[in-house]
């Protein structure tokens, strides 16, 4: 098990950037891949991203490729989403979470653990 945390949420106005960090507690982090899902009032939680153990693959929805990139750091147990140009539809609450097997980034229900979730408000 792992516990997640995420902090680096709040308010931006389109065109801006925010980075979010996920810190994880353990020693086991590089064993996990990890993911950055969202969910937006009334709509289901939906993929963002995801990034292998190494930090070697990483994936992302249509929706932010270009303008987001996952990112982690083995040394400090932390994950990051640096969010580029954010538009007023990436107002949602940003979730990390943790898979141990690995390489289904896109599948919600392949995530063993969770964080909190921080929320991300852009403003037009």
């Known amino acids: 098990q792992v516990q997640l945390v995420e902090s680096g949420g709040g308010l931006v106005q389109a065109g801006g950037s925010l980075r979010l960090s996920c810190a994880a507690s353990?020693?086991?982090?590089?064993?996990?891949?990890m993911g950055w899902f969202r969910q937006a009032p009334g709509k289901e939680r939906e993929f963002v991203a995801g990034?292998?153990?190494?930090?070697?693959?990483?994936s992302y929805a249509d929706s932010v490729k270009g303008r987001f990139t996952i990112s982690r750091d083995n040394a400090k147990n932390t994950a990051y989403l640096q969010m580029n140009y954010l538009k007023p539809e990436d107002t949602a609450v940003y979730y990390c979470?943790?898979?141990?097997?690995?390489?289904?980034?896109?599948?919600?229900?392949?995530?063993?653990?969770w964080g909190q979730g921080t929320q991300v408000t852009v403003s037009s």
């Open positions: 979470a943790a898979q141990i097997s690995g390489g289904y980034y896109d599948v919600r229900t392949a995530y063993d653990n």
């Open positions: 353990g020693h086991t982090f590089r064993s996990y891949a």
């Open positions: 990034i292998s153990r190494s930090g070697g693959s990483t």
